[in-house]
């Protein structure tokens, strides 16, 4: 991990202010420790030296007061670590949900869409502890560090050498007990992995143990993976604590051996005790935001290896060129076109999914694409919509342009969720200016005359049925087609699970669609729907 | 202060009980710890008694307990945090296990229907994922709550205690700055964070729904040129994260900066106390002792605040566990331990007016059914989605409990106790559960004493020898929950299991549900023919439920399970 990844700064122009902010704070907090030390360190001596607590007063209230300052930095450090890390969250997120856009369904097909989501929400909040813990730590180190140590080397020229000796131990230490570490993790990761899940697969199994009246037996089972457990993980932890241990140590001997030199010299008069006092005061002023960043790291690493897997979204969606423009868009009124593959082949890491599929799609006629699930019938689809990428070539009518063929098609998908909204907004997605006859009227040819499009629709659901659900879906391809005029209307298994009177009725709308000159595409092994095809097509399983 | 209590009596207190390892394992970490703590003082104190004393220029001599003193409490501080760590993490690690297994305890007669998710919320794998995330999290409470707040606790009093025999009125002065960052601790951070997380969690929730709703979409909004809308959402969703987040960002901070003032005015108070008693009682060195030590003491207690948040989390992790595994079993449940241990003489299955109740439901699943089921009969009890077939299929295994009657062999069911019941009936679950181990494993523990290649014949009798053989034999993983098996090939390991645990009757519940329909009515066949062995000499009595049609000739009877309003 890089204690700064300068992509922060180049994708989050909060992290610029946020550092300046830090380096303000920093010299503000380091004035009023340094401050502190010299008042305290004065009434201390003063008061040894026979003056009286009236004549201190003035040191004293002055000691409260930067005390106060100090709270107050800190304070302000904190708040804005807080900001900034709400505010480059934000930054982040708002790039991200645009990088992934630019990146396209396509991309988002190859990833665990509950992961991306969890990356720009839980996982990007783990930033909050590198904002909060570690950066403010690291600038301080930049600033409060050198300040320390020049003060120290002012005062007294041994403790200043006996610092800067100590000092570079500390990451010296971090690094080599880290790599000692990593490594004994690395062997012991898949151990460790395993224990760790096996409570898990029991108490995800206990149904299954129950019918088979194995339940009884497992607490002896939990007994011994969990002291596996405990064992292994502690074999991890004994190594990994000697960074803490070595952390500590650096730091509590350097200020012992600072006291007993500085004790020494009191004691032969070649020192004066406000300053031995002061060096005292200051020294482990010296190692404390270094100790901070190395307890703090692994917090940290957390957060940056999070924002990692933003970066990389974001690097990977810099590295896409942005698809050309459409340039045609839905006509005035319907004019028939029809769709042509030829040559199409698709193929998902190596593996043909399609090869050279060739066929034409005619306008006025209802098509079904059939075939076992593998055979590559939602692969055409998304390869006609520029989900992925495909060879040969796809056109409606003169149309081949990605950007083109999507204004030209509406498509309904398979088992796609609805959005939170009402059914209306729903099957007028993408519609300004909703036209609510025309929504009616597609819900009635997709066979859902009795729904009430004002029904909302949230995360948690509908109180839809499935294949309400489903209909709905094809209600909006219907709605585009009938409001964009989009010559080419493509279903993806439509009616899987509708039953069949509602599948017949939904055939009829899609008749329709066809009688009134629309180019209608089916994909389905249904039956009923392969029965109603004017023309069919039958993919086989491509064989590799 | 109310936000953090816990009543003694709650169920979430009896699951935080559960994770607090017994005093003689915690009693270690604690006793280091507080070294450690100690030492940290103490290394303040020696310097600071050391430099003002050595100022008076005393023959050397007098100096040399405390050069040994400052030394020594530098290398303790160290090395008795490390001890501390290891000890404190060793006595958690061996509590993982009592906790588990009282989890685990609780979890057996609950399974699988007595689980408690939010309504609407994850599936029963997130429910219990989230279960064992939670319970894995309640080590924190010795770690990260109790212990530090016992060590800082008793750090602050016995500092008090060494400074009031030093200067009484300066211990005096420590005992209430110690005592408002404690109050800090708890009432500041517990406020704010609660402030914080009222206001903010609400809206992260909105956020990460539109979040998922964009991303889930993403191909129909781009389709549909309906990206730049739905963006706005996800943007203005966002913006109230963030605006909320920035609102509260005053909170942050607050206590560590009221620790650190306290510190500061702890340091003043005893010079305020300490100068006017010098030279009446009071030396020089023992002024700059009184003076520095708040230094060192609040740079312990900072851990209190972490300790507060810590509890904050541990807490509403208990609070999950309680609620998801309640004590008082539903009344839905059979109740566990009745009925005697005792094997019917013959499998035939009555029901009669057969109805039941899911947990948490005012109306029952199904209600009114009546079937006789003998020896060798092959039926399939169809019906609509919703009409109760689930429910039926864990009456049957007494995972829930029913109202009419339900006799096996005779003997009524309830009368028998729950592993007696299975010990006669089997299920073969919708997603039969698969565990992370190889398949001999996943075989095994329905019938421990078979070999592997008795292993193999019945494996090969539910269609799996080629995909075993493609596998690599038995000792292949089927992976995490089965992910690399198909919902087919699962259905086929689960009637392998019950043929090994050689039920005489097997259940099946909608055994196609997770299947391609190409594949299913080859699946339906199978499972009919190989698990009823009408060849065999002891026929077994097979029940499909199911709303995918079955070929008539591989069916002795057709019931229809329908809504419970009807006749």
């Known amino acids: 991990m890089r204690p700064l990844d300068p992509r922060l700064l180049r994708y989050a ?82 790039r991200l949900v645009a990088g992934i856009t630019r990146l396209g369904p396509g991309w988002l097909g190859t990833r665990n869409r509950v992961d991306v989501v969890t990356t720009a929400g839980p996982a990007l909040d783990a930033l909050d502890g590198y904002f909060s813990l570690f950066l403010p ?163 940290a690493a957390d957060g940056v290896a999070a924002a990692e897997d933003v970066f990389d979204i974001l690097d990977a969606a810099m590295a896409v060129t942005a698809e050309a423009p459409a340039t045609r868009g839905g006509t005035g009124s319907l004019v028939e076109r029809e769709l042509r593959f030829s040559e199409v082949s698709v193929r998902y890491e190596g593996r043909a999914a399609v090869d050279r599929f060739s066929a034409v799609i005619r306008p006025g006629r209802l098509t079904v694409l059939a075939g076992p699930s593998g055979s590559g019938k939602s692969s055409l689809l998304a390869a006609l919509l520029g989900f992925v990428p495909s060879d040969g070539t796809i056109e409606i009518g003169d149309a081949v342009l990605v950007a083109d063929r999507r204004s030209l098609t509406a498509w309904a998908g398979q088992g796609a969720p609805l959005l939170e909204g009402t059914i209306s907004s729903n099957v007028s997605l993408g519609d300004a200016a909703p036209d609510l006859a025309l929504v009616r009227r597609a819900l009635d040819l997709a066979a859902l005359a009795e729904v009430d499009p004002g029904i909302a629709v949230t995360v948690t659901g509908s109180g839809l049925s499935g294949g309400q659900g489903e209909r709905v879906v094809a209600a909006r391809a219907m709605y585009r087609a009938l409001a964009r005029h989009c010559p080419v209307v493509a279903f993806d298994e439509p009616s899987a699970a509708l039953d069949r009177r509602a599948e017949a009725e939904l055939l009829r709308g899609l008749r329709q669609l066809a009688d009134a000159g629309y180019t209608v595409l089916v994909v389905s092994h249904r039956p009923a729907v392969i029965a109603a095809a004017d023309d069919l097509i039958e993919l086989g399983v491509v064989h590799v | 202060m109310s936000d953090l209590r816990t009543r003694a009596d709650s169920p979430t207190a009896a699951v935080l009980r559960l994770a607090q390892p017994p005093v003689r394992r915690f009693a270690p970490g604690v006793f280091f710890g507080l070294v450690s703590a100690l030492s940290s003082v103490g290394l303040l104190a020696t310097s600071a008694w050391l430099i003002t004393r050595a100022a008076e220029q005393p023959p050397i001599l007098f100096l040399g307990a405390a050069i040994v003193g400052v030394r020594a409490f530098a290398l303790l501080r160290a090395a008795s945090r490390y001890v501390e760590r290891l000890s404190s993490h060793d006595a958690a690690f061996r509590q993982l296990s009592a906790l588990r297994i009282g989890i685990y305890r609780r979890l057996v007669p609950l399974a699988p229907d007595g689980l408690r998710g939010d309504a609407g919320g994850p599936g029963r794998g997130d429910l219990l994922t989230r279960l064992v995330s939670d319970v894995d999290e309640l080590q924190n409470l010795p770690l990260r709550v109790v212990q530090p707040l016992v060590v800082t606790v008793l750090t602050a009093v016995l500092s008090v205690i060494g400074v009031s025999i030093v200067l009484p009125s300066a211990g005096v002065t420590l005992a209430v700055a110690l005592v408002l960052a404690f109050v800090a601790a708890a009432v500041v951070q517990s406020a704010i964070a609660g402030r914080a ?240 181990e190889d398949i001999r494993q996943n075989l095994l523990f329905a019938h421990d004493t078979v070999t592997d290649d008795e292993l193999l014949a019945v494996l090969a009798r539910v269609g799996l020898a080629e995909w075993t053989r493609e596998r690599g034999g038995l000792s292949a993983r089927v992976g995490d929950d089965g992910a690399l098996v198909s919902g087919g090939q699962a259905q086929r390991l689960a009637l392998a299991r019950a043929l090994l645990a050689d039920f005489p009757v097997i259940v099946f519940d909608e055994p196609t549900a997770n299947v391609d329909p190409v594949r299913a009515s080859e699946l339906m066949r199978d499972i009919l023919s190989v698990a009823s062995d009408p060849h065999g000499e002891d026929s077994r009595t097979v029940i499909v439920i199911s709303h995918t049609p079955v070929p008539d000739e591989l069916v002795t009877q057709r019931v229809r399970l329908g809504a419970p309003a009807l006749p």
């Open chain 1, 13 to 94: 122009a909060a992290a610029r202010t946020f550092i300046g902010m830090g380096v303000v704070l920093g010299i503000v907090r380091t004035a009023s420790t340094l401050a502190f030390c010299v008042l305290l360190s004065q009434a201390i001596v003063g008061a040894i030296g026979g003056r009286s607590l009236g004549e201190l007063a003035p040191g004293i209230l002055a000691l409260a007061g930067v005390g106060i300052v100090r709270a107050g930095a800190i304070w302000a450090m904190d708040v804005a670590s807080a900001r900034g890390a709400a505010t480059v969250k934000s930054q982040l997120r708002r």
């Open chain 1, 137 to 299: 730590q690291i600038v301080l180190t930049a600033i409060a560090t050198p300040l320390v140590i020049v003060t120290i080397f002012l005062q007294d020229v041994l403790s200043g050498i006996l610092v800067v000796v100590a000092l570079p131990l500390i990451p010296v230490f971090m690094i080599l007990i880290g790599l000692a570490t990593q490594a004994v993790q690395r062997r012991q990761w898949s151990v460790l992995a395993q224990l760790s899940s096996r409570f898990l697969d029991v108490v995800g199994g206990l149904a299954t143990l129950k019918i088979f009246g194995r339940q009884h037996r497992q607490t002896a089972r939990i007994a011994t993976l969990t002291e596996d457990y405990r064992v292994e993980t502690m074999k991890v932890l004994r190594l990994s604590f000697l960074s803490g241990f070595a952390l500590e140590l650096i730091g509590s001997l350097s200020v012992a051996l600072v006291a007993v030199s500085v004790g020494l010299r009191l004691v032969d008069g070649s020192l004066a005790l406000s300053v031995g006092l002061f060096v005292l005061l200051l020294a482990p002023e010296a190692f404390l935001p270094l100790r901070q960043v190395g307890a703090n790291y692994h917090a």
């Open chain 2, 197 to 436: 997380e009222r206001s903010i969690a609400p809206l992260r929730g909105v956020l990460s729904d539109r979040l998922l709703d964009y991303v889930s979409n993403l191909d129909v909004l781009v389709a549909y040129d309906a990206v730049p809308e739905r963006m706005t959402r996800v943007e203005a969703a966002d913006t109230g994260v963030r605006v909320a987040t920035l609102a509260r960002a005053g909170g942050a901070g607050a206590t560590s900066a009221i620790l650190s003032a306290l510190a500061t005015l702890a340091s003043v108070a005893a010079l305020l106390v300490g100068i006017p008693a010098l030279g009446h009682g009071l030396q020089g060195p023992a002024l700059t002792v009184i003076a520095l030590v708040p230094l060192a003491i609040f740079e312990v207690v900072a851990s209190a605040p972490l300790a507060v948040g810590a509890f904050r989390q541990v807490r509403s992790s208990a609070a999950r566990v309680a609620d998801a595994t309640p004590a008082e079993l539903p009344a839905e449940l059979p109740e566990p331990g009745s009925g005697v241990d005792r094997r019917p003489t013959s499998s035939m299955v009555e029901m009669l007016g057969l109805g039941a109740r899911w947990p948490g439901e005012t109306a029952p699943a199904f209600d009114g059914l009546d079937l006789r089921v003998n020896r060798g009969d092959r039926i399939v009890i169809e019906g609509a989605s919703g009409s109760g077939k689930t429910t039926l299929a864990h009456v049957l295994v007494r995972f829930l409990d029913y109202s009419g009657s339900y006799r096996i062999g005779g003997v009524e069911a309830r009368e028998l106790s729950a592993d007696a019941v299975r010990g006669i009936v089997g299920l073969c679950e919708q997603s039969p559960y698969l565990f992370d």
